[in-house]
């Protein structure tokens, strides 16, 4: 039960390989620039964006080298995107962000061999209003217990990996990537209640190395989870004869894959009837401590977010849903 999101495709190989070999050069060039301080996610982001535009390019507007392409070219390519290709604002604005760049990229190389040549891609295509694309799932406490019940029953790994979810609010990669060392039953922050990683991890941010952040664990939360699975893992590795770090591994002890935890996801959905996906955890998380009526400043140190902003956007409760132990005082 997947969220629904609008994916139509115009590239192939063999389109790609008719795109006019000026474009081509030009496109290696800036991503080769780029990839100097940039994560390859957004280099593979960036490659797919440009061969979108030029397979357009090639398909409606003659195979023009970039330079000689029109203001309203431009404006027609997003016209195109969002009706016939049917992209939402996201991405949208990601491709605008991008042509953007490497117009910028060639004022700023290529200004002798192009005088004339000027960014105009940010002042002809608007930047799309945010729109929700996804069917948005927000689970409750009922559901998570119940998950969680389940999996300790039938599967420690699973139940370990989405205790660690539940409690720490890490995205999809993160949690792929936790590996056992990170984990120090003694070392904590906020008042005991939470573990705090042994050193930072790489998370979601610009720059090739990304965000630097300690991830922070609910600590009683997490840990009976944490030591069941640890026990069966040490059991798992020894039948294999193999020994490294990585938490979450396959049935032959080597390290989970993305495709490996993306098949438990699915699980989880036929479990709980209702669409299931990482994220919607993080959301879980930051609902949870604000009902608990965690200040937002604390909750706002303990994600690693820049503003409080953040915050409110993934708070999914009211005020209906926090606690208010003053409320006592006005019982008669």
């Not at 590996?179 to 039953?185: M, Q, Y």
């Not at 026990?231 to 004869?241: A, H, M």
Request: aromatic residues 10%.
């Amino acid at each position: 039960m997947p969220r629904k999101t609008v994916r139509n495709i115009i590239t192939s190989p063999e389109l790609s390989g008719q795109i006019n070999k000026k474009n081509i050069e030009l496109v290696e060039k800036f991503l080769k620039d780029k990839a100097i301080r940039t994560s390859e996610k957004t280099i593979v982001v960036y490659r797919s964006n440009l061969d979108m535009f030029f397979t357009w390019n090639l398909l409606h507007n003659g195979n023009k080298h970039f330079v000689e392409i029109k203001k309203l070219e431009f404006s027609e390519f997003f016209s195109f995107a969002s009706s016939d290709l049917g992209l939402g604002s996201a991405r949208l604005n990601n491709l605008r962000s991008t042509l953007s760049s490497l117009s910028s990229f060639i004022e700023k190389f290529f200004d002798e061999d192009y005088p004339n040549f000027r960014n105009v891609i940010l002042r002809v295509v608007e930047s799309s209003p945010k729109e929700e694309r996804r069917e948005k799932t927000i689970l409750t406490d009922e559901q998570i217990e119940n998950l969680l019940q389940h999996l300790k029953d039938t599967d420690k790994q699973k139940a370990c990996w989405l205790a660690l979810a539940v409690t720490s609010g890490a995205r999809f990669t993160e949690l792929l990537n936790f590996e056992t060392d990170l984990i120090d039953e003694n070392r904590t922050a906020f008042g005991d209640l939470f573990l705090e990683t042994t050193r930072q991890i790489k998370t979601k941010g610009r720059g090739k190395s990304g965000k630097l952040l300690y991830k922070y664990i609910l600590r009683d939360k997490f840990l009976p989870f944490y030591g069941e699975w640890m026990e069966e893992r040490q059991k798992i590795l020894k039948e294999n004869n193999l020994e490294h770090k990585a938490l979450f591994i396959k049935n032959d002890g080597t390290p989970a894959s993305d495709g490996t935890i993306r098949g438990w996801i699915e699980g989880f959905e036929k479990h709980l009837g209702v669409p299931f996906y990482a994220h919607a955890l993080r959301h879980y998380l930051t609902t949870l401590l604000s009902k608990k009526n965690i200040p937002h400043v604390l909750i706002k140190e303990i994600f690693g977010w820049s503003s409080l902003e953040m915050v409110s956007l993934y708070d999914d409760s009211s005020a209906k849903d926090r606690e208010y132990p003053e409320l006592e005082n006005l019982r008669i």
